[in-house]
């Protein structure tokens, strides 16, 4: 009789385990195939019911690694060497299939289009029931339950093709809540984003925490995790901190250190010397009036005052010679509607430009027009004064490059210098020329050393900097640069924004598009915004920042620090910036 | 650029039971593979012509208008020449027998044009599963409908930004041309691999395989009119078949 007691008492306590902690972790170590260093080291972690943890580090500190070991994607499908215990609800998932997995742990991948498998919505919600071997009757409610739940109801029968990124994005997670998983893993959800669809995903990851759901986020920028319980932080396949935000978050220097953009109001806060956590705007904005009474009385209307950049801003437009002016430019895809209508820009030698919008706007319609990887009919572009469409490819070339937001949609060289040396040989340069543009280049992307190395072995950063590099060898008098930083951890995206800001330093005016905000305000100096193919604003970047309602309008947040500022009258777009201006002033 | 060009209308064809549809698909092959006489393919054309009409896929065939002519008259040239001899290549048979090939070739392209235009990827998988089709394969079937889209656009962009580096695929002999398309080949079938190996993980993480027998959310009960049709087109086989056995569909030597 008494194995029988202990069976049951041990039963009882599993009972009690799976009635409070929905995830734990046990020393979890992971090696992938053919790696000499393990991506996890020892990993630990207990997550209650209805707990919601964010996991931040830099690009390959094993934060994925972390979450695909939740649903046994590591190790049933990655092959590499495992060591460690997972249980789901108390429920260890040693020897578990992935699919088995599905039920208990829902997971949404950062690439939505690999993800959606269906040619309509409703199907797409029904796909993991089906695989589960689901009755029909049941499928029917729990379809109505998940798409009501993501704000797609009404969208049954829609393509999922046809829907935007951020609707792409709450189908997948809509498609893994049909099967109610106690735990639903979010993989960098909005990477590939704009800021509507980032807005969307987040505002819905709140409503699936008030439900009562377990979440694990990981993300790279700190502002968004604010609400969770508890974050994580990884290095180098450790975790290195288990914090609550408050305490997590005003470690700036680490969360730097780790590749995280640390939150802007507590950058703000520790430099005026008030180390505090700080959750919102208005949060700030009383702290600021309480330490330095002088600005108590500050505000909007009785300030106005806009602060003198200690880089003062050039005109928007017309500073330099005329590089780029596009005229009466409109444009549609065969059988389609108008992606570009009646566009005039002129674009001067030395610029700094962001073109921002949403997706679908005629951002990169407009920018492949001036490389001329479109005709434009009707409307006429000038390269530095000279009609675009009779100018060679070489000649285009010389005025105006285009990187790519996806550097492996050009890399296919055996090492870094010839995938550098691709286009000047096509143009006809002499050995001596292209070798010494190669060093050049190199050099100015900081990839002087990795010249005899396989591009595919490289980070994703420096496969960045390496297809900048390879635009910049044809010496381009205009770079065009889609999206430079999606994909990359802070620390690479402020190396990549410091290169970008070096090479317009020396002289080459330079067009980004992008949906970062923080990128915009710091970096560009003229901000483009685009709307259904027309130009909605086109000015000064701090102008645009000034603007409140274009910009809800837009639904293109900005930097809290701008926000901040704001309050106090003041255009500030950086941490320095504001800190400088509440010195001058309190 | 859809390769799946499903257009949702409710006509007669789309509610048509799938296995009905895809045994319609199988039914054109079969007849047409039995007659060569330009005039065998009439009846045929007529039916597709309409169905064409009646179910709206009018845009697929109008996008797809220089491929049927060039089908058409590609092959009725080259067949001639291939059936021509001792000099004659333009012969009054020679001329029926290519334009019957031209014919051939058009009427099969236009019945995967109706049927993809009437036919969702997974009724696709339902009428390949009556026909006893595995589940992986028919789900790897169908899934390429989806991932070659994604693929076409990887390969549009990467011609883009070769481009912009001053790849020219138009110079050059055969080879040195196939030789360009080296950086083109490489990234595109880097991110092939990538993109199939996120969604196969994204598969197995939505339960893919769980179940040896996966249920289906879509529901096709028989009806009348499947019947109705079912016959037809056994009728319509048979016809084709009759044609090839009494020589009415073949050319006259």
């Known amino acids: ?586 | 650029m859809p390769i799946y060009r499903y257009i949702d209308r409710a006509s007669f064809v789309h509610r048509l039971h799938p296995t009905v549809k895809v045994l319609a698909l199988f039914i054109v092959f079969w007849s047409v593979y039995w007659v060569d006489r330009p005039v065998a393919f009439l009846p045929l054309g007529v039916i597709l012509l309409t169905l064409a009409l009646l179910t709206g896929s009018g845009p697929n065939f109008y996008s797809l208008r220089w491929l049927f002519i060039i089908i058409v008259t590609s092959t009725t040239i080259s067949w001639m020449l291939v059936f021509g001899h001792r000099g004659a290549w333009v012969t009054h048979t020679s001329v029926m027998f290519g334009l019957g090939r031209g014919l051939k070739l058009a009427e099969l392209l236009a019945a995967s044009v109706l049927f993809l235009s009437t036919t969702k990827v997974e009724e696709f998988m339902v009428g390949l599963a009556r026909l006893g089709v595995p589940y992986r394969a028919r789900f790897a079937i169908t899934l390429s409908f989806r991932l070659a889209p994604l693929f076409i656009d990887s390969y549009l962009t990467v011609i883009d930004a070769e481009s912009l580096r001053g790849l020219d695929f138009s110079e050059g002999r055969i080879i040195e041309r196939m030789r360009r398309y080296v950086p083109v080949v490489i990234p595109v079938f880097m991110g092939a691999l990538r993109k199939a190996n996120n969604m196969a993980m994204a598969l197995e993480a939505r339960g893919f395989g769980a179940n040896s027998r996966p249920t289906s959310f879509i529901e096709y009960p028989v009806r009348p009119r499947d019947i109705a049709t079912f016959v037809f087109l056994i009728g319509l086989g048979a016809g084709y078949f009759a044609m090839y056995v009494t020589g009415f569909g073949l050319i006259p030597q």
């Open chain 1, 1 to 586: 009789m008494k194995p029988i007691e202990s069976t049951d008492a041990a039963e009882a306590a599993n009972d009690r385990e799976a009635a409070t902690v929905a995830v734990e972790l046990e020393d979890v170590t992971f090696t992938y195939h053919g790696a000499e260093q393990p991506a996890l080291i020892g990993a630990r972690l207990r997550q209650a019911r209805g707990e919601m943890i964010g996991i931040m580090g830099a690009s390959g500190a094993g934060k994925s690694t972390l979450a695909k070991c939740l649903n046994r994607i590591i190790p049933g499908f990655e092959d590499g060497d495992f060591h460690g215990v997972v249980r789901i609800g108390g429920r260890s998932l040693d020897g578990a299939r992935v699919s088995d997995v599905a039920p208990m742990v829902g997971m949404v991948f950062q690439d939505f289009e690999a993800q959606l498998f269906s040619t309509n919505v409703e199907h797409e919600v029904a796909f993991a029931m089906e695989q589960v071997g689901m009755p029909r009757a049941e499928m029917v409610g729990r379809i109505a339950d998940a798409l009501a739940a993501v704000g797609l109801k009404g969208f049954e029968r829609r393509d999922p093709t046809s829907l935007s990124g951020g609707e792409k994005q709450r189908l997948a997670i809509a498609s893994v809540m049909a099967l109610r998983p106690s735990v639903i893993v979010l993989d960098e959800p909005t990477t590939d984003l704009d800021p509507e669809g980032t807005a969307e995903v987040f505002a819905l990851i709140r409503r699936l925490r008030e439900q009562g759901l377990s979440l694990v986020v990981i993300e790279h920028e700190a502002e968004e995790l604010r609400g969770c319980d508890r974050l994580l932080l990884i290095r180098e396949g450790r975790v290195i901190a288990d914090d609550p935000p408050e305490h997590l978050m005003t470690r700036l220097d680490l969360l730097e250190e780790c590749g995280v953009h640390p939150p802007d109001l507590n950058h703000v806060a520790a430099r005026l010397g008030l180390r505090a956590h700080l959750g919102t705007v208005a949060e700030a904005e009383a702290l600021v009036r309480k330490h330095f009474p002088k600005l108590a009385d500050i505000h909007v209307d009785s300030a106005g005052e806009t602060i003198k950049t200690p880089d003062p801003e050039p005109a928007a437009a017309g500073q330099g010679a005329p590089l780029v002016e596009i005229r009466d430019l409109s444009f549609s895809y065969p059988a389609g509607a108008l992606v570009l209508d009646k566009i005039g820009l002129t674009i001067a030698s030395g610029e700094f430009i962001a073109i921002i919008g949403q997706n679908g706007s005629g951002k990169t319609t407009l920018a492949k027009h001036i490389v001329r990887l479109l005709r434009c009919e009707p409307g006429k572009i000038l390269l530095s004064g000279r009609d675009r469409a009779a100018m060679r490819p070489a000649e285009t070339a010389q005025e105006a490059g285009y990187v790519f937001q996806n550097p492996d949609h050009q890399i296919f060289a055996a090492t870094v210098e010839d995938e550098v040396a691709f286009g000047p040989r096509n143009f006809g340069l002499d050995a001596d020329e292209i070798e010494r543009r190669c060093a050049e280049v190199l050099q100015a992307v900081g990839l002087e050393t990795a010249r005899r190395s396989d591009p595919f072995l490289l980070g994703k950063g420096e496969r960045q900097r390496l297809a900048v590099a390879s635009v910049l060898a044809l010496k381009p008098r205009l770079l065009i640069l889609d999206e430079p930083t999606t994909g990359l951890d802070y620390r690479e995206q402020r190396r990549m924004m410091s290169l970008i800001a070096d090479l317009n330093r020396a002289g080459i005016a330079i067009v980004m598009i992008t949906h970062t905000p923080w990128l915009v305000a710091e970096y560009a100096r003229r901000v483009v915004l685009m709307r259904r193919g027309r130009k909605l604003f086109d000015g000064p970047v701090r102008e645009f920042f000034a603007q409140e309602e274009m910009l809800l309008s837009a639904s293109f947040r900005p930097p809290e620090v701008a926000a901040l500022g704001r309050r106090f009258g003041a255009s500030t777009l950086s941490v320095d910036e504001f800190v400088n201006w509440v010195q001058r002033h309190a």
